[in-house]
């Protein structure tokens, strides 16, 4: 069984700062990983995804992760918060290849000062 | 434009009556998914679909019914088993073969008894 634990359910941090969020996984396979993010009263929309091409993804809006196999970690960051960046973020491991269900992490709620 | 269409965005249930919740999408996909959203609890899948006239249970479908007679429609039905069907219901699809495939999300519908 696979399992997804983000660790802190909110994270604040102030405009212009680093924003790290964090995803740990257990899978019983090579990993298929994915962040995705949230507005309030939204549907879900896909930042990056891990397809074991490279370990440094990059994906939309200046997020990037990397996945470290010995860690089993696949943690978000972006080096510059923005106030647009507030919302919720969710990491996700597939169980395979093909059509894929996911298994969600319970989520990160980003908060942004100015 | 392609996407995934839910309706309502809000619906209220009473006690005991059979709700239907609508998802289409105009993306060809053949995968559809249906996952319930709590505070707090991240998304969790209810039933999943990879072809026409098929569906699988997902980790809590107990309550909730599904079908899949037409590929760009996979409506939901929240039945009076279901003791506590207040949540946030998110629809999606994905393509399907021998790449990675990340699901597409629907804008939701937000379920409430009254």
């Known amino acids: 069984a696979q399992s997804v634990t983000q660790l802190g359910s909110h994270v604040s941090v102030s405009e212009g700062a680093l924003v790290l969020l964090r995803c740990n996984y257990s899978?019983?396979?090579?990993?298929?990983l994915f962040w995705y993010v949230q507005y309030p009263n939204q549907g879900l929309q896909l930042l990056l995804k891990y397809t074991s091409a490279a370990t440094l993804v990059k994906g939309i809006n200046g997020f990037e992760a990397e996945f470290k196999k010995s860690e089993t970690s696949f943690h978000l960051t972006k080096p510059s918060a923005h106030m647009s960046d507030a919302a919720e973020y969710f990491c996700?491991?597939?169980?395979?290849?093909?059509?894929?269900?996911?298994?969600f992490g319970k989520g990160t709620m980003l908060l942004v000062s100015p | 434009d392609g996407g995934i269409t839910q309706s309502p965005k809000y619906l209220f249930r009473k006690e005991g009556q059979n709700v239907t919740l609508s998802c289409e999408q105009n993306?060809?996909?053949?995968?559809m998914y249906w996952y319930r959203q709590d505070p707090g609890q991240g998304l969790r899948l209810i039933y999943y679909?990879?072809?026409?006239?098929?569906?699988q249970k997902g980790d809590i479908a107990e309550g909730y019914s599904v079908s899949r007679e037409k590929k760009e429609s996979f409506p939901l039905t929240v039945t009076s088993a279901q003791k506590n069907p207040t949540a946030f219901y998110l629809c999606?699809?994905?393509?399907?073969?021998?790449?990675?495939?990340?699901?597409?999300f629907g804008q939701g519908t937000r379920l409430t008894v009254v």
């Open positions: 899978s019983s396979v090579p990993p298929y």
């Open positions: 999606a699809s994905s393509a399907t073969g021998t790449g990675v495939t990340e699901a597409f």
């Open positions: 679909s990879q072809i026409v006239n098929d569906f």
């Open positions: 993306l060809n996909h053949d995968a």
């Open positions: 996700a491991v597939s169980d395979g290849a093909g059509y894929s269900t996911l298994t």
